[in-house]
């Protein structure tokens, strides 16, 4: 399987898309921290439910609490970036054709499949890197030009604490990679793919506040939807309290009864093994034709 | 010989009772064909008749509905990925990643092989004449290059096997001849080459075996010279060719008497041409005309097929 996935990683390596992708997430990254940096300097207080004022905000961007803010970026815009990855991996060989290039030249069907998805996980980890990457740099910047330089806070708990947020940030981002394959294959195109996962992503939270305005069984579903269970995993993640969360907070999720994060992580590996099985059995059964 | 010492004329494919079913279109239907080392089998029907489903199941891409095929000893429906290692195929048109160079396109394709040294990608490049433009990127291809990127792919794994599908479509003259040319060099080398090519007198040159499809059954299948009746039969002419009719008839030892594009056809042992003459004008029909009788596979295709154009 080795050579299968050095082959998907070179293909997606000069591939103009992996870029913008990346691009696209580093900027949003800058253009996020640049917001509120800037929002910090301009307000005395802000906030409905907590009320903060703008040093708080200031010191909430310092370096301690970089790495939980790119994650909850990530953990949230960073989902359309790896569905778009994903299903282009998976449907553009079935739009230009080398489907049958590359089940012809592979040792069997299931390793392809498997190598692209080992490759695509790979490379959604390396751009959730490359963003902690950017938040540190640009966090460095604020944190030094803003006399915030005390550096107490690094120490083994903290560091251990960042690792797992990187953990659950990248494990919520698996059922839509899932569904991007899965629906990619299905469709055999990158729209379905992409189409799938982004309109799961937005049209989900849509879909279940309705719902939630109903009673019994319907206020209760949602519980049971990708982007419910992923935010309570996200919420997991230690972020400064005047930064934004781009999702619900926990207020908001024991409102609705949310899930328990070990409930949250089971129904999110249940959608991530159906849409990899859909994916894979798809994939390995079907015949490889030219239309 | 083959990588592993196949002998000449060793069964190398085999399809049997080959059947394939889409809903309720029966593309393919109870189709069998073997493949030997070293020969050059040509695989010809109109457009529609189920060449490309044949193929397709062949390299196991497609499942058939009944029958099985077998290359190299694997099962092509359940287990064909060590036989696809020895199989090098470029089925309808070529296609490549349009964003990687040709050059890299081999790349991708020898890392996916997984033992492709690259001195064999510029080998092959330089083989179908795509050394100068290897740079560029795929894209930006004409159809011809795309066909000799193909090519360069089918042989990038050194196969036994060659499948080609149209090989020369969109190729200039020089390359059409370059292609021809390199079909029987192939087969010299040991390999079998499995043709599918609507340019019928090209089939015909370089074809050791033919097989005719037609609406997904086979409808021919034999050596070139069998199916031309090439050596069996002698073509006549004669100021009247009514009164060389009727004398043909009355010979014991020719058979298959019939009038032809203005000809008369018969099946003539070839040794006994000058005695059939000398007979003809013991009854007063001088032949203007006496010859082997070479049938183009064109005309053959179109008998069976029924087809008045197309492939």
Known sequence: MIPLMQAE??????????????LILVGLIVLLYSVLWSVSGRVTTFGSEHQFTGEQLRRALFLSGSVPFSLEIVGTFGVLLAVVLAAGAVG????WGTVRLVATASSGRLRTMGAKLIVVFGLVAAGTVLAIATALIYSSVITFTSGGSDFDFVTGAFIR??????????????PYIGLAFGAAVAGRSTLAG??????????EPL??????????PWKTIPNYFINANAQVILLQNALPDALPRFGPGEH???????????????VLVAYAAVFLALAFYLYRRRDITAD | MTSDGLAPGTEILRAEGLTKRYGKITAVIDLDLHLLTGEVFSFLGPNGSGKSTTVGMMLGLVRPTRGRVSAFGSDMALHPWPALRRIGAVIETPAFYPYLSGYDNLRALAMMLGDIPPSRIDRMLETVGLQDRARDAYKHYSLGMKQRLGIASTLLRDPDLVILDEPTNGLDPAGTREVRELIPRLAQEGRSVFLCSHL????????????????????????????????????????????????????????RIEHLDGFVRAAVPPERAAELNRVLATQ???LSELSPWAAELESVFLELTGEGAGL
């Open chain 1, 9 to 22: 990683f070179f293909k997606l390596r000069k591939r103009m898309m992996t870029w913008v992708v990346a």
């Open chain 1, 92 to 95: 553009s060989e079935y739009s």
């Open chain 1, 161 to 174: 604490d960042q690792f797992e947020a990187l953990g659950r940030t990248l494990f919520v981002l698996v």
């Open chain 1, 194 to 203: 992409a189409g799938a996962g982004i309109g799961v992503a937005f049209m």
């Open chain 1, 207 to 216: 879909v279940g506040g309705l719902m939630r305005l109903g009673d019994e």
């Open chain 1, 252 to 266: 908001e999720l024991t409102s609705r009864a949310a899930n328990s994060p070990g409930v949250a992580a089971i």
């Open chain 2, 200 to 255: 019928l007198h090209e089939v015909q040159a370089v074809s050791d075996r033919v097989a005719i499809i037609r609406q997904g059954r086979m409808v021919a299948e034999g050596h070139v010279d069998d199916l031309l009746g090439r050596g069996q039969f002698l073509r006549l002419k004669a100021a009247d060719d009514q009164a060389l009719l009727a004398a043909l008839g009355r010979i014991p030892w020719v058979s």
């Open chain 2, 284 to 286: 007063e029909v001088f």
